[in-house]
């Protein structure tokens, strides 16, 4: 797998968040220089910050279906039972959703596209073992790598940009989070009314709300099929290049109720949407979960590299603090 790409400069993400710092993070790369506000050549740079109410699950996917979606080039995550790991990461940000793409209009100062959701469809991948410390967080998770199939928004900008940076973007109908206690049901409606829903249960054993914080590296391939981004790059799902693959860099620091991945959910698909297809099962299990309320996240992403550093400057938003 290609971690960080040689010759690729890295962004590593700080924010103003409670606890976060304010000190410019120098990019780790063995090639090019960071670029500060962007590379007007590079126009699919995108930045995202989020406030949202999250529910993450993991779980086991045939092998040999996970390969038929993910390049050779990565390697996949396999558990003791030979299985990848498939992942759905559902986000609700009733206030907060703020999308700029630093060095292109018309969202070169930033909108808050709120409320909105997304919600990813990842298959995990093997990748080297490290902790970056995430300001603010009592507990830090191993950063994870994930190879994502599809992102499913609510909002036509968000989609845009996804599109435009070389992400697999469908737009949905709508999403709902309803909270009883220490029960959470998710519902996520496609345009032609099928319907993802998720049945989670938090046991919140914790004597107050842990502080908990993580880094993610995620890669991309738009869908074929989407030729409305006007840039006129080739996407080719087996190779592995910068004009068909989205690098995503994501920290994010939540507040949780119960232990980290230890949320109990169940995911039902109807037959015909994305999570049937790509994982080939309409009902699942998850073998670890995490209910997050609220999370902050930070997220850049580029077709081609991550070309500038951020701590941020002033004229990007952050999400509000936590509670």
Same mark, same amino acid.
């Given at each position: 797998?290609?971690?960080? +790409?040689?010759?690729?400069?890295?962004?590593?993400i700080?924010?103003?968040?409670?606890?976060?710092?304010?000190?410019e993070?120098?990019?780790?790369?063995?090639? %090019?220089?960071?670029?500060?506000?962007?590379?007007?050549?590079?126009?699919?740079? %995108?930045?995202?910050?989020?406030?949202c109410?999250?529910i993450?699950?993991? #779980?086991? @996917?045939?092998?040999a279906?996970?390969?038929?979606? @993910?390049?050779?080039?990565?390697?996949?995550?396999?558990?003791?039972?030979?299985?990848? +790991?498939?992942?759905l990461?559902?986000?609700?940000c /009733?206030?907060? #959703?703020?999308?700029?793409?630093?060095?292109?209009?018309?969202?070169?100062?930033?909108?808050?596209?709120?409320?909105?959701?997304?919600?990813?469809?990842? #298959?995990?991948?093997?990748?080297p073992?490290?902790?970056? $410390?995430?300001?603010?967080?009592?507990?830090?998770?191993?950063?994870?790598?994930?190879?994502a199939?599809?992102?499913?928004?609510?909002? /036509?900008?968000?989609?845009?940009?996804?599109?435009?940076?070389g992400?697999?973007? @469908?737009?949905?109908?709508?999403t !709902?989070?309803?909270?009883? +206690?220490?029960?959470?049901?998710?519902?996520?409606?496609?345009?032609?009314?099928?319907?993802?829903?998720? &049945?989670?249960?938090?046991?919140?054993?914790?004597?107050?709300?842990?502080?908990?914080?993580g !880094?993610?590296?995620?890669?991309?391939?738009?869908?074929p099929? &989407?030729?409305?981004?006007?840039?006129?790059?080739?996407?080719?799902?087996?190779?592995?290049?910068?004009?068909?693959?989205?690098?995503?860099?994501?920290?994010?620091?939540?507040?949780? $109720?119960? *232990?980290p991945?230890?949320?109990q959910?169940?995911?039902? =698909?109807?037959?015909?949407?994305?999570?049937?297809?790509?994982?080939?099962? *309409?009902?699942?299990?998850?073998?670890?979960?995490? #209910?997050l309320?609220?999370n902050?996240?930070?997220?850049? %992403? *580029?077709? =081609? &590299?991550?070309?500038?550093?951020?701590?941020? /400057?002033?004229?990007l938003?952050?999400?509000?603090?936590?509670?």
């Amino acid at each position: 797998m290609r971690a960080t +790409g040689t010759g690729t400069a890295v962004l590593l993400i700080a924010c103003v968040f409670l606890g976060w710092g304010g000190s410019e993070k120098k990019a780790d790369g063995t090639g %090019s220089s960071a670029i500060n506000g962007g590379d007007p050549a590079n126009p699919t740079l %995108s930045e995202v910050r989020q406030q949202c109410n999250e529910i993450a699950a993991f #779980f086991p @996917v045939d092998l040999a279906l996970a390969r038929r979606w @993910v390049p050779q080039t990565y390697n996949l995550e396999v558990d003791a039972q030979g299985k990848a +790991g498939g992942a759905l990461i559902f986000m609700n940000c /009733p206030k907060y #959703f703020w999308v700029t793409t630093p060095n292109s209009p018309p969202l070169q100062e930033g909108k808050n596209t709120a409320p909105g959701s997304v919600v990813h469809l990842w #298959f995990m991948l093997q990748g080297p073992a490290q902790v970056l $410390p995430v300001p603010g967080a009592q507990v830090t998770a191993p950063t994870r790598y994930a190879y994502a199939v599809a992102d499913l928004v609510t909002s /036509p900008i968000v989609a845009g940009v996804y599109r435009r940076a070389g992400k697999n973007a @469908v737009l949905i109908r709508g999403t !709902n989070l309803v909270e009883h +206690g220490k029960r959470q049901t998710a519902k996520i409606i496609f345009t032609n009314g099928r319907k993802i829903t998720l &049945e989670a249960h938090t046991a919140t054993k914790l004597p107050a709300p842990l502080r908990y914080g993580g !880094n993610i590296w995620h890669w991309h391939v738009s869908d074929p099929a &989407e030729t409305d981004d006007g840039l006129g790059l080739p996407i080719d799902r087996a190779v592995d290049n910068p004009s068909s693959v989205t690098t995503s860099r994501v920290m994010f620091l939540a507040t949780v $109720p119960g *232990s980290p991945n230890t949320t109990q959910v169940t995911i039902h =698909a109807e037959r015909g949407t994305p999570f049937a297809d790509y994982f080939g099962a *309409s009902r699942v299990v998850a073998s670890r979960a995490t #209910f997050l309320r609220p999370n902050n996240i930070v997220t850049n %992403s *580029s077709r =081609a &590299e991550l070309a500038w550093t951020t701590y941020p /400057p002033y004229t990007l938003h952050c999400p509000p603090l936590l509670p």
